[in-house]
């Protein structure tokens, strides 16, 4: 199929573009380094913009590049409109977004408002009195009733953090605890206050008129929550599950649309607003990004990378079954039918490398990334790419914890040794689920630090990065990055793709994902085996055309009986009425 480059998404006056657009998410300290410090930054990004344009790229979605203590690599701001020097200058980010632009590209900025960081001026002032005006900006609650501040069991409640212990540190100098739902240096704004929202839909206007295409927000579900901040039912390590109390609170939908009548309404152009959502529900879903509702255009939900979790959460991963990614993606498609809007991913910066984990990262390596791809990427939603992702990068082997750089990480190994389990084991459940493997550097070429700096980088390059690179395989047509390629230019050139419908097929079968999308008169299927072993199937294709395969052998017989080899994956079409 011929390829073309992508300026559908900045010329179309289609209101919901975003449909046949294709997502790509740069990490930016894993993504380029232009200055030889070690660590990428907006320049870096400005040289790798021909990368992202030969894909197909429409839309940039950076991580966050505020200035930042960098206690979760960016993700405890402490100024929202200031660039950390670490990336660069606002100066560099706007030569960025011109660049992005003069591509026919659009640039989504990343929005942490459910808390900043403990170095922000809102939390300096709010932490210097219990009188300060800012006071009630965060979470501030004294000490539980019977208990003087700081005893063992002191805190307002019973919450466990997302990165282990309390949710609640005391400040010595007031006497009272401050509520963070992730690590101490990341304090929760109160939403609940209103000059809390307001500032922050200033800053949101801030960035709209500098020029930026709109926001993706992080954990924004979290941002209403039950303020009579009732304890958790207590789990393995004794603290409580906050989180009936602090998701998809009371006043969640009516933040959202206030954000959406104060951010966005009567502004002229074509914007994304995707929600992070942790623990959100279809239903949920469906309210979320109804546009008649005017709230987001799309939500990440984490349903289906949850799936793999053992008992004792991500860090006891368990087998998956296919069939329950099949039943779990599947009612999403059905759920959100034509009123709702999903986001399709399998891999981000919080996630281990997709195909390390859904495929086969040794003998079946290049199969299984294609195929993972192409069951993807068809659905209905928006797809989107973590960097590397379009190379099919792998986790990487981290020789023990020195080797770690994230904060989950860390906290977790430390804590469950402290608990007496076996470093060996903590460190193979870290290897399989840890973040750290999505934000190893991007693997350019196979020099000594993968064309991603001239220095030692912040956090080791995967070795493998000597055979598994970008530059290895642009020229190669049965590559990984033009595997992708294909699949991005079919979204942007078969209206089915964005819009069709969903049938699931063959939902009970253990090995085989395999699904149709009807639109007008064309119907698109998918099928394509996720195992190790040649299967046969008994699908009917023969008044079908054969679009597009990852196999070597890009032909195949049509017949009522189909033999898929090892992770195959193929693409029908047809075009006469259905």
Do not use: C
Not at 104 to 133: A, C, Q
Not at 170 to 194: A, C, I, V
Not at 443 to 458: H, I, L, S, Y
């Amino acid at each position: 199929m011929t390829l073309t480059q992508p300026d559908h998404a900045a010329t179309t006056t289609d209101p919901q573009w975003w449909k046949s657009a294709v997502v790509y998410q740069i990490y930016p300290r894993s993504f380029a380094d232009s200055n030889a410090d070690g660590v990428g930054d907006l320049r870096g990004i400005r040289s790798r913009l021909d990368h992202l344009q030969r894909l197909g790229i429409d839309v940039i979605w950076l991580s966050p590049i505020y200035r930042s203590p960098h206690a979760d690599n960016g993700y405890d701001i402490s100024d929202y409109q200031g660039i950390d020097p670490t990336f660069g200058t606002l100066a560099d980010f706007d030569a960025l977004l011109a660049d992005v632009h003069a591509r026919g590209m659009k640039l989504v900025m990343d929005l942490v408002v459910n808390h900043t960081s403990d170095e922000h001026p809102w939390f300096v002032e709010s932490r210097s009195s219990i009188d300060n005006p800012k006071r009630d900006w965060y979470w501030w609650r004294p000490a539980r009733d019977g208990f003087a501040p700081g005893d063992p069991g002191a805190e307002p409640t019973n919450w466990e953090s997302f990165f282990s212990g309390p949710t609640w540190t005391l400040d010595e100098s007031t006497g009272e605890y401050y509520l963070h739902l992730f690590d101490p240096k990341q304090p929760d704004l109160n939403w609940e206050n209103p000059e809390v929202r307001h500032a922050v839909y200033d800053m949101m206007r801030w960035w709209l008129d500098r020029g930026v295409d709109g926001f993706r927000m992080d954990v924004i579900n979290l941002v209403s929550k039950d303020t009579a901040l009732p304890d958790g039912a207590p789990g393995a390590t004794g603290l409580g599950n906050g989180f009936p109390h602090y998701a998809n609170g009371p006043r969640i939908h009516e933040f959202m649309q206030e954000m959406h009548r104060e951010v966005f309404d009567g502004r002229d152009g074509q914007y994304l607003t995707v929600g992070e959502m942790p623990g959100v529900t279809w239903q949920d879903a469906v309210l979320f990004t109804d546009p008649a509702r005017r709230e987001l255009d799309m939500v990440f939900q984490f349903e289906h990378v949850n799936l793999d979790h053992g008992p004792a959460g991500k860090f006891d991963p368990q087998p998956l079954a296919l069939r329950d990614l099949k039943a779990s993606l599947g009612r999403w498609q059905h759920e959100l039918g034509t009123t709702g809007w999903n986001s399709l991913y399998l891999g981000n910066h919080d996630q281990p490398r997709s195909v390390s984990r859904f495929g086969d990262d040794g003998e079946h390596w290049r199969s299984s990334a294609t195929a993972l791809a192409t069951v993807l990427h068809l659905h209905r939603g928006t797809p989107y790419v973590y960097q590397g992702e379009e190379i099919g990068m792998t986790n990487a082997p981290f020789s023990g914890v020195s080797a770690l750089r994230d904060v989950e990480s860390l906290n977790h190994y430390h804590r469950a040794i402290a608990a007496g389990a076996d470093p060996d084991a903590v460190m193979a459940a870290l290897r399989t689920m840890g973040r750290d493997n999505a934000r190893t550097p991007v693997q350019w070429d196979g020099t000594p630090q993968a064309g991603f700096t001239t220095a030692t980088p912040w956090i080791a390059v995967n070795p493998n990065h000597a055979w598994l690179n970008a530059a290895a395989q642009y020229d190669d047509p049965d590559s990984v990055y033009n595997h992708y390629r294909r699949l991005i230019e079919l979204r942007h050139t078969q209206p089915v793709v964005a819009h069709g419908d969903f049938i699931m097929l063959l939902a009970d079968h253990p090995s085989v994902y395999a699904y149709q999308r009807h639109h007008e008169d064309t119907t698109l299927l998918v099928v394509a085996n996720l195992a190790g072993e040649a299967i046969d199937i008994e699908l009917d294709v023969v008044a079908y055309h054969l679009l597009l395969s990852n196999a070597d052998d890009y032909t195949a017989p049509i017949d009522e009986q189909l033999t898929l080899q090892p992770w195959e994956a193929r693409v029908y079409i047809t075009t006469s009425p259905r």
